[in-house]
């Protein structure tokens, strides 16, 4: 490594000897601040000159340097970095050194002529440059020297590199970055659409805002356990699972990155699959910046973001951030949700590199909840909407399920437990976080990394299907026709226990209405379907207060020939949970938007009720779910990762992260006699069902396990590189009603070929992955108290695209696929082997995913225009192929429009078309699922739909 003074000496010397030395008029500004560049193709000496003067920073290069030389058009709204970068992306100059105010270029040696990386993961366009190091030193351990390597000036992976020296052209794992202005032309509806952006990875984003699900190559739906989500660095959550519950972008956010496999499982707990980080916005320590978004969509959602940095004093920077969000959800909804984010960071950096940050995070939040509806499925096979109830727009959620009050255990403290479907899923955290750097030597530097989440998340979902499935959804004429009946043997009851009884009727909770089953006319008209229903009310609660750190020692060094990076770390984690999912109980429902729950009554021959079946619709009460459980885990990790560079083209990375995991849970026990439910509880059922007693049964265990993997990169020539990658890495599962659960391990094998021009890029990737003993649970539909627990192994083979190509200075096509076998075997159910699901594809898993979004960038910096098709493969609802969901096509196109040099308009048309998909079928209901009368359950995207927002940034 050359010592960071060289930059300096450098500096100095170019200074001396400039031909184009540029101060801009204008005060020194931060790297990332956005201009609107119009400059033409021309001489690089003139060329420079006017970037420096319209990105307000000093550019240095010697004449020499400059001389017979040219620089490319740019033209538009970009920050400092991503301007200088295309500026001289086609020419032999690179960049030295860049400290946000004075940026040194020099020639590259030995690059041919249009090199350059021009997009991250060749489909996302780069947005970093060597940034600068606290003092306004450029940092040699990240940046480069000038004999770092030809590529220096292409982007620079952070998450899944711990040298800082991979670039995207010759790293050796499968790595994606994607831009702030990437995410802003994805506009997504929640933080699970963002990872869209990362090729291989299937979203459900169905859900609402949060609770959605996400897989990574191959793995089955809802399988997000495998893939970590951090925020700088730093799991949200160490089971890597419901991180979407404590993190929703904000102006904060500067980009994303993510790795997929290889060094994921090293560097991160639990990101065997993928690691996806979102990096936020460096501090700004020359002068205050800012943001204010106001935000507003078709669905009458309504947003308004901040952000704000400045410094304080000297080397002393903060950073204030938050939301403030009113929603109803994209589909129709009688309930308003608010939430809140508040976010502060205070940032001390020292004139030796180092810096040390304190940061706070509060969120309260309200989100929808989006599960499954019915569907209707015709003789050929075609899917539609159940007449009254539209696929795109309804929920079954309304009114009716605002607040209703549950039996439970008085063990759990109280006697009635409430559902509320206007909370939704009531999230509040509080996140602690310490961040530093201390450089020990010029070689050597300490770094570390710790957080602490206290938060709790209140459940109110509705699952309609869950449990009874499709035997539950019948006509309400045959809910009231004893032995045709779904609740025949309820029937049986009430013609026991109350007399008089002659036939029996539907009574509307809300409304009072009463329906005789005499009266099949009006039966048969309701809502347009004549259908009723089962659905769970479930209601959980989860607390969870997770510690997590990451420390340790970076050593670079150089000789003869090669450059080596090695890190040895060591990770720390105490997560304990108190989950409660108690008094979760079925309700009958109408088939309808804004839907109404009936009570089953008996009448007499004139039509007067003479007794009441049910409670406020609720058939029994704690047959769903997994009831209550506290858990605890204790987790230390300790890893290296090196990271060597031979002759600048050949890349060696390997590492390794052995965890040592003990694992304890407290299971709650059940009371031997079902206690009674309340006195005055209407309706037949008369205990409050599996009833918690008020002790625990603990169980406990120790697991270890190894992660390790290792790569090759060479740079075949200036344009292309090979790779190969082998990983293994492994899961933990923690504990909960089913006790402890050893580490499921995943082994990755993956090769490719990437190829980069000042025209074409791209990255085309093999890959086999083999997962043993996946562990999840689903409710056993012939017996819906009981949480059946699966053990299954899945092996994939596929293979990966993501390319860009820019055929015209103003249009950027970007694409990325895959395209994936998936198959299941050795699938057991409570240690019993399935032998019919052998070689079956796994439930919710596509085989084709692509995506092509062409972007126009508009003359004289007003902004760009895009488009986006998105086309997901044939996907099976279920383990066991019964249910086939087609493949579909989602169309979006959007804008952002550059106003003035500080006013930003964006609009964002989602699902162009109003085409019709499915992302699951009904999880809850069990490994095989059907089509029964003509219909089955399952969860549907949302229809058209924009999304506008104005931003003023300083």
């Given amino acids: 490594m050359r010592s960071v003074r060289r930059f300096h000496v450098q500096s100095a010397l170019l200074a001396s000897v400039a031909a184009v030395s540029v101060i801009a008029s204008a005060p020194a500004l931060a790297q990332d601040q956005i201009h609107t560049f119009n400059i033409p193709a021309q001489d690089a000496g003139k060329g420079i000159l006017t970037f420096a003067q319209q990105a307000g920073i000093q550019v240095l290069a010697s004449g020499a340097t400059t001389q017979g030389r ?74 480069g020297s000038e004999d770092a390597s030809d590529d220096s000036f292409k982007e620079i992976i952070v998450t899944g590199s711990t040298s800082g020296r991979r670039t995207l052209f010759n790293s050796s794992s499968n790595v994606t970055l994607a831009s702030k202005e990437d995410l802003q032309r994805k506009a997504p509806r929640s933080m699970a659409e963002s990872l869209e952006l990362v090729p291989g990875i299937f979203v459900e984003a169905t859900a609402g805002p949060a609770s959605n699900n996400y897989s990574v190559r191959g793995l089955r739906g809802g399988a997000q356990t495998f893939i970590t989500i951090e925020q700088d660095g730093m799991p949200i959550l160490y089971g890597g699972g419901g991180a979407d519950f404590y993190f929703q972008q904000d102006l904060s956010v500067e980009r994303m990155e993510a790795v997929a496999g290889g060094t994921s499982g090293i560097l991160a707990p639990n990101g065997a699959g993928a690691t996806i980080n979102f990096v936020s916005k460096k501090l700004s320590y020359d002068k205050p910046t800012g943001a204010i978004r106001a935000t507003g969509t078709t669905y009458d959602d309504y947003r308004v973001d901040g952000y704000f940095s400045a410094p304080l004093a000297d080397n002393l920077a903060f950073a204030a951030t938050g939301y403030f969000w009113s929603q109803k959800g994209q589909r129709k909804s009688p309930f308003r949700y608010d939430s809140f984010q508040i976010k502060g960071a205070l940032e001390k950096r020292f004139d030796d590199g180092g810096f040390v940050r304190v940061s706070y995070q509060r969120r309260d939040e309200t989100d929808p909840y989006y599960a499954d509806m019915p569907f209707a499925v015709d003789s050929s096979g075609k899917i539609s909407s159940v007449p009254g109830l539209d696929m795109k727009y309804d929920n079954i959620l309304g009114s009716a399920f605002q607040y209703v009050g549950v039996p439970v255990s008085s063990a759990t403290g109280r006697t009635i437990r409430p559902f509320r479907g206007d909370n939704g899923i009531h999230t509040t955290s509080n996140t602690f976080r310490l961040d530093f750097e201390k450089p020990l030597s010029e070689d050597l530097k300490l770094f570390g990394r710790a957080r602490y989440l206290d938060g709790k998340y209140d459940f109110n979902g509705i699952f309609p299907g869950s449990g009874a499935g499709t035997s539950g959804l019948a006509s309400a004429a045959d809910y009231l026709t004893p032995g045709v009946s779904p609740v025949s043997s309820l029937l049986a009851a009430g013609q026991a226990a109350f007399a008089g009884t002659t036939q029996f009727g539907i009574r509307d909770v809300q409304t009072g209405q009463v329906i005789s089953a005499a009266d099949t006319a009006t039966l048969n008209a309701l809502n347009g379907n004549g259908l009723l229903q089962q659905t769970v009310l479930n209601h959980q609660t989860l607390s969870t207060k997770d510690f997590g750190s990451d420390f340790g020692l970076k050593w670079n060094a150089s000789g003869n020939g090669f450059e080596n990076s090695l890190t040895l770390g060591g990770m720390y984690y105490n997560v304990r949970r108190r989950n409660n999912q108690s008094a979760v109980t079925s309700v009958i429902n109408d088939v309808t938007n804004n839907s109404h729950i009936y009570d089953l009554v008996a009448l007499d021959a004139g039509g007067n009720v003479v ?320 089509i029964v009368n003509g219909y089955f359950y399952g969860r549907a995207i949302a229809g058209r739909n924009a999304l506008a927002s104005v931003t003023y940034a300083f």
């Fill in 70 to 143: 040219k620089v490319s058009e740019v033209r538009g709204r970009y920050t400092v970095q991503e301007g200088l970068r295309r500026l001289i992306g086609a020419s032999d100059l690179r960049v030295v050194s860049f400290d946000g105010r004075t940026a040194v270029l020099a020639e590259r040696k030995g690059a041919p002529t249009a090199t350059g990386l021009t997009s991250a993961s060749y489909g996302q366009p780069a947005s970093a440059l060597p940034t600068a190091a606290p003092g306004g030193t450029a940092q040699a351990d990240t940046q």
């Fill in 611 to 930: 007794g009441q079946l049910t409670n406020n619709g609720m058939l029994s009460y704690g047959d769903w779910g997994q009831g209550i459980f506290n858990d605890k885990v204790t987790s230390a990790s300790a890893y290296f990762n090196d990271e060597l560079v031979i002759n600048d083209k050949l890349h060696i990375d390997f590492g390794a992260r052995y965890e040592h995991q003990h694992v304890g849970v407290n299971i709650g026990n059940t009371a031997a006699v079902n206690e009674a439910v309340p006195a005055g509880t209407p309706g037949l059922a008369q205990t409050v069902g599996s009833t918690f007693d008020g002790t625990y049964t603990h169980s406990s265990a120790t697991y270890h396990d190894w992660a390790y993997t290792a790569g090759i990169n060479y740079e075949l020539t200036g344009n292309v590189s090979l790779y190969v990658r082998g990983a293994k890495g492994f899961q933990t599962n923690g504990g909960d009603t089913g006790g402890t659960h050893k580490p499921t391990d995943l082994t990755l094998y993956e090769g490719g070929v990437r190829f980069r021009s000042g025209m074409f890029n791209a990255s085309l990737v093999g890959f086999r992955t083999v997962f043993k003993n996946q562990s999840y649970q689903f409710i056993d539909p012939s017996d819906p108290t009981e949480a059946a627990n699966a053990l299954a192994n899945n092996k994939t083979n596929g293979i990966q695209l993501d390319a860009e190509i820019r055929p015209l200075p103003f249009l950027a096509i970007t694409a990325t696929g895959v395209y994936q076998d998936p198959k299941l075997s050795n699938l057991r159910f409570d240690g019993v082997v399935q032998t019919q699901y052998e070689g079956n594809t796994p439930e919710r898993t596509p085989k084709k995913l692509l995506t092509i979004t062409p972007a126009f960038t508009l003359p004289g910096g007003l902004g760009e225009i895009y488009g986006r098709w998105k086309y997901i493969g044939k996907i099976y609802a279920d383990s066991g192929n019964g249910v086939a969901l087609p493949s579909y096509n989602v169309f979006s196109i959007g804008a952002n429009l550059n106003v003035t040099d500080k006013v930003n308009v964006s609009v964002s048309v989602d699902n162009l078309t109003n085409a019709k998909g499915f992302t699951e079928g009904n999880p809850r209901q069990g490994q095989t699922q059907t």
